[in-house]
């Protein structure tokens, strides 16, 4: 760590009253703190987090960045904020054990909204990062094999919540849609392919909402990145480059179901 974190960290607190109601508003011990203010003792990587978000401020600046400007907002505004990270940080990762296991890359399967008879394969990463799973999805879609692709560029959280993944995600290119998917794990020992739902709102003019069974297709930790991305695009859901059984399971509007090992 750098040697400025107990001296930004006493500059952050001279906004507030006291150290105390600094404490409060950011819902830690006053003891502990006490000593990273003493520069005594130094917080665990997760302690950090909590710091810096209760501060409103980047970890780096935090502790590498000498008299660091203090961007917190009004004081009686940071337990709202506190209140809203802590609810995330109940909600992600959830199962983090469980969640590693699912690390890498994917192909994301799900039915074009707009035009019947096509699938729509995008790529998709899943990947640690500050105790926080995070996914990172670049679609490429059409409503037919001639159309011009539209470009869609997303951002999420990864969560492993009872027997579901949940991945919630925001549209970064456009800034206007949120799209949440529930997925529902393989018990293969290795792993394959996961089924759920998916659902938001269309990328075309007329926006609308919808749903669609989903697929992610497992192709590992390291992959060929433009490779991948070539083959990318919206499909007639009969091409033979959609893996059969993620076809069979399109077609068939469910939901739930694990698909079958053999791809014939």
Do not use: W
């Not at 020992?189 to 749903?211: C, I, M, N």
């Not at 991948?228 to 069979?248: F, H």
């Amino acid at each position: 760590m750098g040697d400025f974190l107990a001296e930004n960290l006493r500059l952050l607190c001279s906004g507030y009253r006291s150290v105390s109601e600094a404490c409060r508003a950011m819902d830690f011990n006053r003891q502990q703190f006490a000593r990273y203010l003493a520069g005594t003792s130094r917080p665990s990587n997760h302690n950090l987090q909590r710091i810096a978000r209760g501060l409103g401020i980047r970890i780096d600046d935090l502790l590498n960045t000498k008299q660091v400007h203090n961007p917190n907002p009004a004081p009686h505004e940071l337990p709202f904020r506190n209140s809203v990270a802590r609810m995330i940080d109940r909600a992600f990762p959830g199962d983090l054990q469980k969640m590693r296991q699912l690390l890498g890359y994917y192909h994301m399967h799900f039915l074009v909204p707009y035009t019947a008879g096509y699938v729509t394969r995008s790529l998709t990463h899943i990947y640690e990062s500050q105790g926080k799973i995070l996914s990172r999805t670049i679609e490429r879609s059409s409503g037919s094999a001639e159309a011009v692709p539209h470009l869609s560029k997303y951002t999420g959280l990864v969560s492993y919540l009872g027997n579901c993944i949940f991945i919630m995600e925001f549209e970064t290119l456009s800034g206007d849609s949120l799209v949440e998917s529930m997925l529902f794990p393989s018990y293969r020992k290795r792993l394959d392919v996961l089924t759920g739902l998916t659902f938001g709102v269309t990328s075309q003019v007329h926006r609308e909402p919808f749903a669609s069974p989903i697929a992610l297709k497992y192709l590992g930790h390291v992959i060929n990145l433009k490779e991948q991305m070539r083959s990318c695009g919206s499909y007639p859901i009969e091409d033979r480059r959609i893996d059969p059984r993620i076809r069979r399971y399109l077609q068939s509007g469910r939901f739930t179901g694990t698909l079958s090992s053999s791809p014939a």
